[in-house]
């Protein structure tokens, strides 16, 4: 358990550096009027200088509660600033962004759980985000002509990346330097297998990058620290030799991605979301938990692609296409990623079984459309029985359901070399994950935002048809498809945790 409490010493080093840290915005609002600096200049100057403090902190501050207290107060300070328009020097920006408050509070849930075990890991994750994202930000804002491209919101430049790659790496490469002998014992792995711990190094920088990559409107001063602290806690806390598993799983998520992007399974987005989310299961569980997401993916793109002519005229009507963006990645993948860290945080085997739920729920769900649509009987509502229309949000078809229910079979069936099942549960599984996708035919039927194209009265779920705005016509605005599929698969891998709970 962490140690809360803090001592006058505690109280003294805490108000030296809460002072430095003041200081240091002060100093930077004060340079910013005075020679009329831009803002990203100011900003990331602080940003660094506050990643710089807190780096060379934890001889100072043995106990965990100090510096919980400092993270809790600046994220009070920079919300409070944020809202009241102070400081403009580090919170005026081209775009709205919270990034001020995620920064403190990123080291907050680091500190608590971590601090006194691993200062090496918390320090180093924060550093990154001090050094790398300042050098992306200023590298982006300083290059006349950079190639830009979008993850999600936010524009990037590839130039802005390679520079955060250099700046996590240089951030690893100091905490092994000064904290040898921390926690993560990065000095030990490094004498141990030279290239092993480069390769390892190099897989953390790149996983790093891909996350404020991926990362809109500040949320990386949250994303970037946490997940670098996940995958340095992977690599060296004693789960996996200097990080090989890790190491092959950036390998992997990177390999496929690429592939994918080539054959045009994924779009640029999606390619950088399949990355990162195959860093994170490979590197959590090996082949045992990425081989049933591996399938789905492998065998539902086939799918999407089978006999596309057939399936062309619900381009029209379906938001999205067959080349899956990094919001369908989430939709299918989130939760199974998070199931696949609660996996290595907590230990339970409870959390595999919630994962192969989850990874049937988007299986029989997308099996079930793809091959639904390929139906020669018109498709009944799922709750009212009613025919309706082919491709309308909550129809279903026994042949969509027959492929559904096959495709949860095949994907909890990868599981078998792994884990053997028992009959019950492998049965349980399946029956959750067909579950699973009523529950997403249910919600397209009655929450899903349904809209209607005022040039030629098609109902779609489009916001935009024949180059016009369309006309929403009932369900909830946000929620869209890819939050049915989210919701759908919460759904069902809750009901199955109520059931093993209960069992």
Known sequence: MPTLAIGNNDLLHLGLLAGAILLFLLLAEYLRKRFSLSDEVTRKTVHIATGVLIFFAPPFFPRAGAVALIAAAFVMLNMLAYFK??????????????????????????????????????????????????????????????????????????????????????????????????????????????????????????????????????????TVPLFTAFALYLSFAGHDPAGARFAQ?????????????????????????TAL?????????????????????????????????????????????????????????????????????????????????????????????????????TPRHVLTWKHIPAGSSGGVTMLGSLGGALGACVVTASALPFEPLPALTFSGIVVAGVAGSVFDSALGATLQAQYRCAQCGQNTEKTLHCDTATRQLSGWRWMNNDAVNLLSTALAVAMAAVLLAAW
Request: hydrophobic fraction near 55%; charged fraction near 15%.
């Open 85 to 222: 328009g102070w400081l403009a020097s580090v919170h005026h920006s081209a775009r709205r962004s919270h990034g001020t408050v995620y920064y403190p509070l990123a080291l907050l849930l680091l500190a608590v759980p971590l601090w006194e075990r691993y200062p090496d890991l918390v320090v180093a994750s924060i550093l990154v985000m001090a050094l790398g994202d300042a050098a992306a930000g200023i590298t982006g804002e300083s290059i006349a002509r950079p190639v830009r491209y979008r993850v999600t919101s936010d524009e990037k430049s590839l130039q802005g990346s390679i520079a955060m790659l250099g700046g996590t790496v240089l951030a690893l490469l100091l905490t092994t330097l000064v904290y040898p002998d921390g926690g993560l014992q990065l000095g030990h792995a490094f004498n141990h297998d030279p290239l092993l711990f480069a390769a390892a190094l190099l897989a953390v920088a790149l996983f790093a990058t891909g996350w404020e990559a991926a990362s809109s409107r500040g949320l990386d001063n949250l």
């Open 249 to 273: 799983g950036v390998a992997l998520g990177g390999g496929v991605a690429l592939l994918s992007l080539r054959l045009r399974l994924l779009t640029v987005s999606g390619a950088v979301a």
């Open 277 to 377: 989310l195959a860093a994170v299961i490979f590197g959590s569980g090996g082949w045992a938990w990425t081989l049933p997401i591996f399938l789905f993916f492998l065998l539902s793109s086939f799918l999407s692609k089978w006999r596309r002519r057939a399936k062309q005229r619900f381009d029209t009507v379906f938001e999205k296409g067959g080349t899956r963006d990094a919001g369908q990645v989430a939709a299918n993948g989130a939760l199974a990623g998070a199931l696949a860290v609660a996996g290595v945080l907590f230990g339970m085997a409870e959390f595999y079984l919630l994962y192969l739920v989850a990874i049937a729920v988007v299986t029989a769900d997308t099996w079930g459309t793809e091959l639904g649509i390929l139906s020669r009987r």
